[in-house]
T-cell receptor
Framework: LAKTTQPISMDSYEGQEVNITCSHN???????ITWYQQFPSQGPRFIIQ???TKVTNEVASLFIPADRKSSTLSLPRVSLSDTAVYYC?????????????FGQGTELSVKP | NAGVTQTPKFQVLKTGQSMTLQCAQD?????MSWYRQDPGMGLRLIHY???????DQGEVPNGYNVSRSTTEDFPLRLLSAAPSQTSVYFC????????????FGPGTRLTVT
């Protein structure tokens, strides 16, 4: 089971780039790395997913070093609406007996 | 395409009562899951299913039952509600391997008094 560690909280200002790093030292060979965003009173929403190197979509970028023991979610030019909790998940949910665990997540607060 | 729907949105139960939380998806995903989220906490997996007729326990299964008679529906039953089950419940529908991308419903906020 790949355990993940993220900072509990981060603060930023509008227009800045935010990088949230997740450590996952015991990631397995076939594990993907997935990030979710959750607003209060809503279910988590998929942001981005990657296996290695760099992935970019219209919302974020995901950087994964060669050893895959960590990953960094990059949010360019954040706005107030990016204030949310961000979760990093690693693994193949059902291959691991359904024990995939959401951690505490990183609470991002964007200030004007 | 509604995605994942959950009913009800809110529910108040008395201790000892039973109820069923409904979850449906229209994405033809084989994999579905139930999570609970307590205030200030991450999500904890209750039960999951890898296809119709197949279910298994997650991290916190006690006090809950599930069944999966169709691909679309995955109801969660609380057998005898307890105040410790006061939480927000999320259902998720998941794509298959290798990516297992999860799509979450809007949640059911349950209070047990």
């Amino acid at each position: 089971l790949a355990k993940t560690t993220q900072p509990i909280s981060m603060d930023s200002y509008e227009g800045q780039e935010v990088n949230i790093t997740c450590s996952h030292n015991n990631i397995a060979t076939n594990d993907y790395i997935t990030w979710y965003q959750q607003f209060p009173s809503q279910g988590p929403r998929f942001i981005i997913q990657g296996y290695k190197t760099k992935v970019t979509n219209e919302v974020a970028s995901l950087f994964i070093p060669a050893d895959r023991k960590s990953s960094t979610l990059s949010l360019p030019r954040v706005s107030l609406s990016d204030t949310a909790v961000y979760y990093c998940l690693v693994g193949a949910l059902y291959n691991q007996g359904g024990k995939l665990i959401f951690g505490q997540g990183t609470e991002l607060s964007v200030k004007p | 395409n509604a995605g994942v729907t959950q009913t009800p949105k809110f529910q108040v139960l008395k201790t000892g009562q039973s109820m069923t939380l409904q979850c449906a998806q229209d994405m033809n995903h084989e994999y579905m899951s139930w999570y609970r989220q307590d205030p200030g906490m991450g999500l904890r997996l209750i039960h999951y299913s890898v296809g119709a007729g197949i279910t298994d326990q997650g991290e916190v299964p006690n006090g809950y039952n599930v069944s999966r008679s169709t691909t679309e529906d995955f109801p969660l039953r609380l057998l005898s509600a307890a105040p410790s089950q006061t939480s927000v419940y999320f259902c998720a529908s998941t794509t298959g391997p290798p990516t297992y991308e999860q799509y979450f419903g809007p949640g059911t906020r349950l209070t047990v008094t």
